[in-house]
Nanobody
Framework: QVQLVESGGGLVQAGGSLRLSCAASGRTFSSHAMGWFRQAPGKEREYVAGINWSGSNTYYADGRFTISRDNAKNTVYLQMNSLKPEDTAVYYC?????????????????WGQGTQVTVSS
């Protein structure tokens, strides 16, 4: 059974940084792209960043964020810098259906429970 467990969320002041982690188990981690999405209250889920199976290709919705992965640790990371109050949301990691990275949620088949990020002004 595939499990994704996010960590690293919390409360941070505007302009600060956070690093989210997502530990995966239950499938061959290095055979799948990974992505980060977020959902703010009253808003639809939106794409944040994605990375292909090897880490050689990444896509971002926002240049302040950096996604990376460690296939030896079955973990994907999201480094978030210069945070703004509008970044406040629950952040979810997800595994892609295949090797390549995509920016739409339908290309991801397993999702974590999410971690709350709150940015105060």
């Amino acid at each position: 059974q595939v499990q994704l467990v996010e960590s690293g969320g919390g409360l941070v002041q505007a302009g600060g940084s956070l690093r989210l982690s997502c530990a995966a188990s239950g499938r061959t981690f290095s055979s799948h792209a990974m992505g980060w999405f977020r959902q703010a209250p009253g808003k639809e889920r939106e794409y944040v960043a994605g990375i292909n199976w090897s880490g050689s290709n990444t896509y971002y919705a926002d240049g302040r964020f950096t996604i990376s992965r460690d296939n030896a640790k079955n973990t994907v990371y999201l480094q978030m810098n210069s945070l703004k109050p509008e970044d406040t949301a629950v952040y979810y990691c997800a595994t892609g259906r295949g090797l390549a990275v995509f920016t739409t949620g339908r290309e991801y088949d397993y999702w974590g429970q999410g971690t709350q990020v709150t940015v105060s002004s």
